[in-house]
Antibody, heavy 113, light 110 residues
């Protein structure tokens, strides 16, 4: 079964850091580009970042201003999102997506003191 | 940054037909924007219905179809079912991997 499972979310104070993970299974992870998307409570979807299959191309949403870093480990079938200098407005469910066909169930990040 | 506009809400009768649209602030939507459509129900992750304007996944119900219509991307639902009540998002690509989601259309089947 093709599956993506996010983890690493939780409660963090403003200014703190978190690292999200996305574990892939059921397909050849290394051959697909991946995306992170977030959804603030009661709001719409917002694209966060993209990484190509062999990490040669990386893009970020302009709004992130260099605070987030996407990476992947094809040997571990895993995608990551390092989030630094977190703000209240980063509070959201974070989804990983295989290109745009397969989505994980999401992990909630709450930034609050 | 481009803004992608969708109808905030639409209502369709059971068995009826409704068209959701997706417009770009930069001009007409073309196949080059690789329009995608997603369905999201409360408490669930998004599910992709349509990719690259009009292509369906194996799980996409036949009653959904995608097209370009009057300079916009369009998602047509023919023969609406109660289970189609959901939020629908479109996604447009603007070069490379830069993409923008629309704000979503809340579809009510009533």
């Amino acid at each position: 079964e093709v599956q993506l499972v996010e983890s690493g979310g939780g409660l963090v104070q403003p200014g703190g850091s978190l690292r999200l993970s996305c574990a892939a299974s059921g397909f050849t992870f290394s051959t697909y580009s991946m995306n992170w998307v977030r959804q603030a409570p009661g709001k719409g979807l917002e694209w966060v970042s993209h990484i190509s299959s062999y990490t040669n191309t990386i893009y970020y949403a302009d709004s992130l201003k260099g605070r987030f870093t996407i990476s992947r480990d094809n040997a571990k079938n895993s995608l990551y999102l390092q989030m630094n200098s977190l703000r209240a407005e980063d509070t959201a469910v974070y989804y990983c997506a295989r290109e745009w066909a397969i989505w994980g169930q999401g992990t909630l990040v709450t930034v609050s003191s | 940054q481009a803004v992608v506009t969708q109808e905030p809400s639409l209502t369709v009768s059971p068995g009826g037909t409704v068209i959701l649209t997706c417009a770009s602030s930069t001009g007409a939507v073309t196949s080059g924007h690789s329009p995608h459509w997603f369905q999201q129900k409360p408490g669930q992750a998004p599910r992709t219905l349509i990719f690259d304007t009009s292509n369906k996944h194996s799980w996409t119900p036949a009653r959904f179809s995608g097209s370009l219509l009057g300079g916009k991307a369009a998602l047509t639902l023919s023969g609406a079912q109660p289970e189609d009540e959901a939020e629908y998002y479109c996604l447009l690509s603007y070069g490379g991997a830069y993409v923008v989601f629309g704000r979503g259309t809340k579809l009510t089947v009533l």
